[in-house]
């Protein structure tokens, strides 16, 4: 929106002058050797441009008009420094002349860093257009701007950017980090933007600490077209990016998404409606589990050119509606770039609207509620500058982020480069669990539904293993309980209550196939001490058990229940008799039939661990079943 605001005060400035046939020089040749320049610039000459400005000026030394089109060329080509030069040489010959020249300069000093120089001129702007309702919202918004940017040079924040290398970035562009929860693995996009060569998509692993040289994904995801601004899921398995301008296109640019199945992506297929419209969709950013999505679109009913949207699949396998993250997010201006962290709370993303640096900054935003994020965080100088920031990304623990700039010192264009999270920027930390599913007969990888519930809370991440591989990796928020289920049809579903730790883990999870005999303990049932009413938290455990039921329709169980060897045998008796008992009751009640259906209880006849040891008699009372008949 910015771009698109100078160029509409350039063309504003410039028809001005033409409407009223008048140029600065009253010297023909000078004139006649301006409007070729003018037609060409309007090609995209420039080259031809600046030698018909050069022989204009060498008539004319003070044509002011020549140096104010030198300004915009040296704009449209990068070269913000010398284009204020020759702004600053037009108010040299008439410092009234065009009043809209103090507006295109202080925008360039802002965009450079020149902070003082761009609030001067933005107060002269307004000192010749104080009754333009048109410009005084924006202008406003600059001059805040240049005080934020003054004050946030006075308070550095910690920062400590580290090029990633050679072996990431090159002579042209790199940009779009995304990487796996586990930081074993870099998607990036790769340009040449200078020639506008295609994008495509590059991946590099991480080996012994270091990134190995980074390999083009190849097709069916890269073509001969442009791919870029991808995100992954936290496993890797899952990815979405942007494509434009494609046959089966719905809007300019849309977003396709991929899956990885064992080491390969099988052809995008394009997201369709309601996430791609007519309009422009681009940059998306997956939760951390795959099924919710943020996306950049400037689609009718935003707040301004570009803003940030959401949706999330629904049960019925279709993604829901975008909804707009509204004003404490997007701005009449662009927002860009999101990135939800793992821990499903803490948005990222680049503004141009909200006070920063100059160039796009990077700004934090906390989820409150469904509907509510808080006032956007700028991260803070010198990680924003006045070059370009963008495309951030945070790894699973919260320690550190990557993104991508254009700074000096760089391999080429842009480049890719990491640093530490100080601590008002960091995220919720999260772990990540990562493991294998296998048959325990023959070891051979399966695939199955993973599904992780909170003991204390009502958090669910559900994910499946890779077919080729087994291969599962989840994240969560540490130091706390799980109820952890995976379930696979023709085999015995896999239960178990794990504490997980403030460090990452590896599971291996055997699944044995059904068999007549087989005993399968329920480790995610629970009761109050000495009773048997069935505590909320048991409801998802028993729910897998009746899906399993369902599933397996010629299955009858015997529901058993067991107890330490605390108390009398007569007590015992009757309570794990009862304990199994409401495990049946559920179960018929959520609609299982009671033929299918019988219930034992063996007090503390049956212990599989110590009862002297408090472990041993927690792991003896328990509630299984028993493959009956198959």
């Known amino acids: 929106m910015k771009k698109i605001f100078a160029l509409l005060i350039f063309v504003s400035l410039f028809q001005l002058v033409i409407a009223q046939n008048k140029y600065y020089s009253n010297k023909k040749k000078a004139v006649k050797a301006f409007e070729t320049a003018l037609q060409n610039y309007n090609l995209q000459y420039y080259a031809r441009a600046k030698q018909n400005l050069s022989n204009a000026l060498k008539i004319d030394a003070k044509f002011l008009d020549a140096y104010v089109l030198l300004a915009e060329i040296c704009t449209d080509e990068g070269n913000k420094k010398e284009a204020i030069e020759y702004f600053n040489k037009a108010l040299g010959i008439d410092h009234d002349y065009f009043p809209m020249i103090y507006l295109r300069k202080a925008d360039l000093e802002l965009q450079t860093g020149l ?8 107060v002269q702007f307004l000192s010749f257009e104080k009754k333009s309702k048109r410009y005084l919202e924006y202008v406003n918004s600059k001059i805040q701007s240049c005080d934020f940017a003054l004050n946030m040079l006075k308070h550095k924040v910690p920062f400590n950017p580290q090029n990633l290398g050679s072996a990431i970035n090159s002579e042209i562009s790199e940009y779009w980090p995304c990487i796996t929860a586990d930081g074993a693995n870099l998607v990036f996009t790769r ?20 990134w190995q040289s980074a390999k083009n994904i190849g097709p069916p995801v890269n073509t001969p077209k442009s791919e870029g601004a991808q995100s992954i899921s936290a496993d890797g398995r899952t990815m979405v990016f942007t494509a434009c301008l494609r046959p089966e296109g719905i809007g300019s640019c849309d ?30 950013a997956l939760t951390a589990d795959g099924r919710g999505i943020y996306f950049v679109s400037n689609r009718l009913g935003g707040k301004g050119a570009f803003d940030i949207w959401y949706s999330f699949l629904q049960k019925n396998g279709k993604w829901s509606k975008p909804v707009n993250l509204g004003d404490s997010i997007n701005t009449k201006e662009d927002e860009l770039a999101p990135f939800i962290h793992y821990d499903g709370k803490s948005l990222y993303f680049s503004s141009f609207g909200h006070p920063g640096m100059g160039g796009s900054d990077m700004f934090l935003s906390k989820k409150i509620n469904d509907t509510t994020w808080s ?32 700074m000096e010192g760089g391999y080429g264009q842009k480049d890719i480069y990491r640093f530490n999270l100080y601590d008002k920027i960091k995220p919720g930390k999260t772990i990540f669990a990562k493991g294998i599913v296998y048959n325990a007969i023959n070891s051979n990888p399966l695939r199955a539904k993973i599904k992780i519930t909170g003991l204390s809370d009502s958090c669910i991440f559900e994910t499946l293993s890779d077919k080729i591989t087994g291969d599962f990796l989840i994240t969560l928020p540490p130091a706390k309980s799980y109820a952890f289920n995976v379930t696979k049809k023709g085999f015995l579903p896999y239960s178990k209550n794990l504490f997980l730790p403030d460090s990452n883990i590896i599971i291996k999870i055997p699944l ?5 005999g087989k005993v399968f303990v329920l480790r995610n049932i629970f009761f109050d001490i000495d009773k048997y009413n069935l505590k909320p938290e048991s409801f998802t455990e028993l729910n897998l058990l009746k899906d399993f039921l369902l599933n397996n329709k010629k299955i009858i169980i015997e529901i058993q229940g067991h107890t330490d060897n605390t108390g009398t045998s007569v007590h015992n008796k009757i309570l794990s008799v009862n304990r199994a008992k409401a495990v049946y009751n559920y179960l018929i009640s959520q609609g299982i039939d009671k033929k299918r259906l019988t219930y034992k209880g063996f007090a503390d006849t049956q212990a599989i661990a110590d009862n002297n040891t408090e472990e041993g008699r927690a792991l003896n009372r328990r509630t299984a079943f028993k493959i009956i008949a198959y």
């Open 115 to 122: 902070y003082e120089a761009a609030k001067n001129d933005y």
């Open 191 to 210: 340009s040449d933007r200078k020639k506008h060569t295609p994008e495509d998509l590059f991946f590099s692993k991480k080996i012994n600490g270091k």
């Open 255 to 284: 977003i396709y998404i991929s899956h990885k199945v064992g080491n390969t992506w099988t052809k995008p297929l394009n997201m369709g409606t309601p996430v791609n419209s007519k309009y422009k969709e681009t940059q998306p």
């Open 375 to 406: 006032k956007p965080l700028n991260l803070g100088y010198p990680i924003n500058t006045y070059f370009n920031e963008e495309s951030l990304i945070v790894t699973a623990d919260g320690m550190s982020g990557m993104f991508s700039s254009d």
């Open 512 to 516: 044995h196939p059904i068999e007549k």
